[in-house]
């Protein structure tokens, strides 16, 4: 391999199976994405639900692309722009550079799914694993059939550690991915009423989740979730595997890792787990007991993978929520500061409850202000959608949360069902809500947004950031 190079241009031909106009010296990155193409990417052309690549190719040459992959029915057309990879069909030419990435590959490789907790995960333990080795993981939620391809061919050839996330919403989609990917540890961070409109039952998406295992290296081990109602049905399906290794985490002394204390703070927590049979005593940098948990997973996944168990603890403490998964940004306003606690990404029945807890155990700026609960839909739950939206309503009157404001049809459910004196503003969409609530928010304020992206609740955070602007150096993460 050339210095420098993610792969040479005579090293993409045969996986690509292309004809070639111009050999290029080589790429030092993959896009399917000019907005976020560097000089120097090899760019693959790849038809969308909403646009076809081989319109933007022009675009990625004039951004320094090293060459381009397009098919036969554009060649002509796009030939004058820059090297060119032709090939069938542009996304099977991605998937097959993927497993020949997977396969030049010498890393230890872990695949993560799960109902909740996938992305935040997997960044913990790309943040692990960096203090033992050159480590690579997918970018933000890369985990469809593009992203986890396009995550394999930007591998590079000396990392020693890969992180992938695989999602799903129908049966089957897990299973070609991990086959490319081809893991030593699988790991499943929890089984939760996620996508029932698709899978119908709890059960269904076990099973779903189940075909991470499906793609398991010889003698790989399974990570599953022990206190989870569904742990058995999981186990069962990773012991069909040809991995044959089970281990757990949870909360359960039975867990081969379990979580021993959880001491919150402002800004983080102090975790004391055990880690099959080793005490550790660490700091996670991002707040909220299933944090907390999930790092014990992740210990565990470093400790099967072969990482330095004790770096990989300390390493936590570098560990931030990612963006719309519990960031906490500091609002400059009249009067003072509020925090607001972008959960904005997601949600389901499970990570809702954990947002509102996270609400409710945040330190508030003053003893007048109010901690603020904004939620949007919870989307693709099935006939029990209404249901599951409702049954939020004691949960959050046992919280010392003093008002939420709920956007969307099915949230409306939630609204009727709320105390009297935790009834906020209610609103068919977010937008309808959204300068009322900006004009409510006030100094001392913690203010949590969370829904499915479906329900658009990102726009409120990104119109209080702007409202109440902050500089980068004055975000607390």
């Known amino acids: 391999m050339s210095e420098g190079l993610l792969w040479t241009g005579l090293d993409l031909i045969k996986p690509l199976d292309a004809r070639v106009t111009k050999v290029p010296r080589g790429v030092t990155g993959v ?12 760019f693959f052309a790849v038809r969308g639900e909403n646009s076809d690549g081989h319109a933007y190719v022009e675009t990625a040459f004039q951004k320094g692309a090293a060459a381009a992959v397009v098919d036969e029915a554009h060649a002509d057309l796009l030939k ?56 690579h993981a997918s970018a933000a939620s890369y985990n469809n059939h ?19 996330e695989i999602g799903m919403n129908h049966a089957e989609e897990i299973r070609p991915l991990v086959n490319m990917v081809r893991p030593h540890v699988a790991m499943i961070t929890n089984v939760a009423p996620v996508h029932l409109e698709n899978l119908g039952t709890i059960e269904a998406i076990a099973d779903a989740k189940g075909e991470i295992f499906s793609g398991l290296e010889p003698g790989g081990i399974a990570i599953l979730p022990r206190d989870n109602p569904h742990y058995d049905r999981l186990a069962a399906l990773a012991g069909e595997s040809r991995g044959g290794g089970i281990l757990s985490f949870g909360e359960t002394e039975a867990a081969d890792a379990h979580l021993i204390e959880y001491v919150a703070q402002e800004d983080g927590s102090i975790v004391t787990a055990d880690i099959m049979g080793a005490s550790l005593r660490y700091r996670v940098a991002a707040p909220g007991r299933h944090l907390a948990l999930n790092s014990v997973a992740v210990l565990l996944a470093a400790r099967a993978v072969g ?52 609400l409710a155990d945040a330190p508030k700026e003053s003893m007048f202000g109010q901690r603020i609960a904004i939620l949007g839909d919870m989307l693709e739950l099935g006939p029990q959608a209404a249901e599951l939206h409702a049954e939020l309503a004691p949960f959050i009157a046992q919280l010392p949360i003093d008002v939420v404001h709920a956007a969307g049809p099915l949230m409306r459910h939630l609204h009727q069902a709320l105390p009297e ?3 906020g503003v209610y609103g068919r969409t977010s937008d309808e809500i959204a300068e009322t609530l900006l004009a409510s928010v006030a100094a001392g304020d913690v ?17 209080l950031k702007q409202r109440f602007a902050t500089q980068p150096d004055e975000l607390v993460s």
């Open 31 to 42: 896009s399917i994405d000019t907005r976020t193409l560097e000089a120097g990417d090899l």
């Open 80 to 135: 004058h722009f820059g090297p060119l990879f032709v090939v069938q069909d542009v996304l099977a030419a991605m998937e097959r550079l993927g497993v020949a990435s997977r396969k030049r590959s010498s890393a230890m490789i872990v695949a993560i799914t799960g109902s909740v907790g996938k992305t935040s995960t997997k960044e913990a333990l790309r943040v692990a694993l960096s203090r033992s080795g050159i480590t």
């Open 146 to 164: 593009l992203g986890v391809p396009l995550t394999l061919c930007r591998m590079p050839a000396d990392a020693e550690f890969g992180v992938f």
């Open 307 to 358: 990482a330095d168990l004790a770096e990989a603890a300390r390493a936590m403490a570098d560990f931030t929520a990612p963006k719309g998964r519990g960031e906490r940004i500091m609002l400059r306003m009249r009067g003072g500061e509020a925090t607001l606690i972008d959960e904005s990404y997601n949600a389901n029945p499970v990570s809702m409850r954990a947002a509102l807890t996270l």
């Open 421 to 423: 004196d935790k009834k």
């Open 447 to 463: 203010v949590m947004v969370k829904g499915s992206n479906g329900s658009r609740m990102g726009p409120i955070v990104a119109a």
